[in-house]
């Protein structure tokens, strides 16, 4: 079982950067596909991006392409997402998640598809 702790998350300015982590406290966290998630609120939860259990292959919704980058360190049991020229639509809280075990190169895009969550760090940005 994974338990998963969010940080890194604050008040920005638009232009600017943040990295958020998500550290995961069970043994077996390389066996996991990680994905992040945000929910605005009013909104639903959508599908930021996900990183495969070797770190070999990501994938990024389109809203955010190019501009945030997901990367995992599984020798510290850790997920990065890192977020450039951050817009006041990126305003969210923001969620990391584990899903699997999987397979080596697979990644998920939907919510259902991952059994573990974080409580989420909250991300505003501003104008």
């Known amino acids: 079982q994974e338990q998963l702790v969010e940080s890194g998350g604050g008040l920005v300015q638009a232009g600017g950067s943040l990295r958020l982590s998500c550290a995961a406290s069970?043994?077996?966290?390389?066996?996991?596909?990680m994905g992040w998630f945000r929910q605005a609120p009013g909104k639903e939860r959508e599908f930021v991006g996900a990183?495969?259990?070797?770190?070999?292959?990501?994938y990024y919704s389109n809203s955010v392409k190019g501009r945030f980058t997901i990367s995992r360190d599984n020798t510290k049991n850790t997920v990065y997402l890192q977020i450039n020229s951050l817009k006041p639509e990126d305003t969210a809280v923001y969620y990391c998640?584990?899903?699997?075990?999987?397979?080596?190169?697979?990644?998920?895009?939907?919510?259902?598809?991952?059994?573990?969550w974080g409580q989420g760090t909250q991300v505003t940005v501003s104008s």
């Open positions: 998640a584990a899903g699997g075990p999987s397979p080596s190169g697979t990644y998920y895009t939907t919510p259902r598809e991952y059994h573990y």
């Open positions: 990183i495969s259990s070797s770190g070999s292959k990501t």
């Open positions: 069970g043994r077996t966290f390389s066996m996991y596909a």
